[in-house]
């Protein structure tokens, strides 16, 4: 699986970013595709998952209600639209994807259950 993330940039805070990321495929729709960021220094975390299989969304709590993870199957992309940016939202933004269609709930927030993974994009958040 190849993935083509996009949509990063410089943000003034409270402002809004989407995220776009595409993924080759013909099992696009059973996916368990996700969003990381890592800042400087600092270890990948976990933003967002969309669980093709079930048809669910997951967010990491500091994102919650700003950020909205969402797909279109007759695009093979997923999208991460991001509100109410702070600056502590800035980072390399990668998206991933598990194209086993089998992912449980318990593993979607961690970086090692996913074998697949797109180039980063910068989302940059001034105060």
């Known amino acids: 699986v190849q993935l083509q993330a996009s949509g990063g940039g410089l943000v003034q805070a409270g402002g809004s970013l989407r995220l776009s990321c595409v993924a080759s495929g013909p099992t696009f729709s059973m996916y368990t595709m996700a969003w990381f960021r890592q800042a400087p220094g600092k270890e990948r975390d976990f933003v967002a998952a969309?669980?093709?299989?079930?048809?669910?969304?997951h967010y990491a709590d500091s994102v919650k209600g700003r950020f909205i993870i969402s797909r279109d199957t007759a695009k093979n992309t997923v999208y991460l639209q991001m509100n109410s940016l702070k600056p502590s939202d800035t980072a390399l933004y990668y998206c991933a994807a598990d194209p086993g269609g089998r992912m449980i709930l318990s593993t979607v927030w961690n970086p090692s259950a996913y074998n697949n993974w797109g180039q980063g994009t910068q989302v940059t958040v001034s105060s």
């Open positions: 969309f669980r093709g299989s079930r048809g669910t969304t």
